[in-house]
């Protein structure tokens, strides 16, 4: 027959599986593109289109940047360079966070190891937003074609002069999302143990009870307990 810790110990294996697959999930993403943007007019039929990963760019860098010189914008590839560069470090940094999200932090502190993975996505279209702002809103004044300082279209249809625009969330993105969905179904069942632990109030910055394996420290076990010390 089942017992409480024995329940208990099975979803924290299963807490477990879920961070794992998190970090599964967002190591493939970093491969992966995670914004795709395209660019069309009549002198393009076929259309310009640009990548944008984690560490790099793909597709029609060059020929764009070329573009882009016309109006007064800067060339592509100087866009996030640091980021580019700490990119691989971030991604360990949030897997190592999800690690410790398991085996170390209080259900009073594991917000602040589970906060990397959930604001991932979110940090990418803010800093994306950023570059595409100040790009759009910095222009050379002495360059050949003088237009309104603008900021390019991030999710959707835009138009710069003659171009009209897409820009469409990339495989990579959908992956750090899902990422974010699993990690937050593992922290609400985290918390559901840890608010039925009867270690609950003496938790700190390490759990009493620790690790996947503990068992027998629940509500329910505390309660077992003082029956029998009763009879």
Not at 73 to 78: F, I, K, V
Not at 137 to 161: C, E, Q, S, Y
Request: proline residues 6%; contains cysteine.
């Amino acid at each position: 027959m089942s017992t409480h810790a024995d329940k208990e110990k099975q979803q924290r294996l299963i807490v477990l599986g879920l961070v794992c697959l998190a970090i599964g999930i967002y190591v493939a993403s970093f491969f992966l593109p995670y914004w795709n943007f395209t660019l069309l007019a009549p002198q393009y039929p076929q259309g310009l289109r640009i990548q944008i990963g984690l560490d790099h760019l793909e597709g029609d860098v060059g020929e764009v940047s070329g573009l882009n010189h016309y109006i007064g914008m800067r060339s592509l590839d100087e866009a996030a360079v640091l980021e580019r560069a700490i990119a691989p470090y971030a991604v360990g940094v949030l897997c190592v966070s999800l690690l410790v999200f398991v085996l170390v932090p209080s259900r009073k502190y594991s917000w602040l190891a589970l906060a990397p993975g959930l604001v991932f996505p979110l940090a990418f279209i803010g800093d994306s937003f950023y570059w595409l702002y100040q790009f759009g809103n910095h222009l050379d004044p002495r360059a050949p074609i003088t237009i309104a300082p603008f900021t390019p279209t991030l999710l959707g249809k835009g138009a710069v002069g003659q171009f009209e625009t897409i820009a469409t969330p990339a495989a990579g993105f959908y992956l750090a999302l899902l990422g974010f969905v699993v990690i937050t179904v593992a922290w609400y069942i985290k918390r559901r143990i840890c608010w039925g632990c009867r270690l609950r109030h003496e938790c700190h910055f390490v759990c009493p009870n620790m690790t996947v394996g503990s068992g027998g420290t629940s509500a329910t076990s505390g309660a077992e307990e003082g029956d029998r010390v009763k009879a």
